[in-house]
């Protein structure tokens, strides 16, 4: 059997679900093959640095910015003491949600 490479060049802007339909003619046959891609966000990392007296909260809302074709539910596992916040939340398609981090000493450090 003879394979015919059929090279494909694919550039998404944002994360999330792509659908393609490549349709293949030949006096003899009709094909129609259907493609789906998928991409995930890169990973970044950053860092939040809190000063705030002893005993008193402190709260970051951090912008998690949706640019996709699906909403997201995202769940938040927060590590470390003295940090709180939702630990779900909901960012709709093409919308930006604010993530309320807080950070509440209870001692120096």
């Known amino acids: 059997s003879e394979a015919v490479e059929l090279p494909?060049?694919?550039?998404?802007?944002?994360a999330g679900r792509y659908h393609c339909q490549i349709l293949l003619k030949s006096s003899w046959d009709v094909r129609l093959y259907e493609i789906e891609c998928v991409v995930g966000?890169?990973?970044s990392e950053a860092e939040l640095e809190f000063l705030t007296p002893a005993y008193q909260a402190v709260i970051q809302d951090i912008p998690i910015s949706n640019m996709?074709?699906?909403?997201?539910?995202?769940?938040?596992v927060l590590e470390g003491q003295g940090f709180y916040g939702p630990s779900?939340?909901?960012?709709?398609?093409?919308?930006t949600a604010l993530y309320?981090?807080?950070?509440?000493?209870i001692a120096e450090c």
């Open 8 to 14: 494909v060049k694919f550039i998404p802007r944002y």
């Open 41 to 43: 966000a890169d990973h």
């Open 68 to 76: 996709s074709n699906q909403n997201w539910k995202l769940e938040a």
């Open 88 to 95: 779900l939340i909901n960012v709709g398609l093409g919308e």
């Open 100 to 105: 309320p981090l807080m950070f509440k000493p």
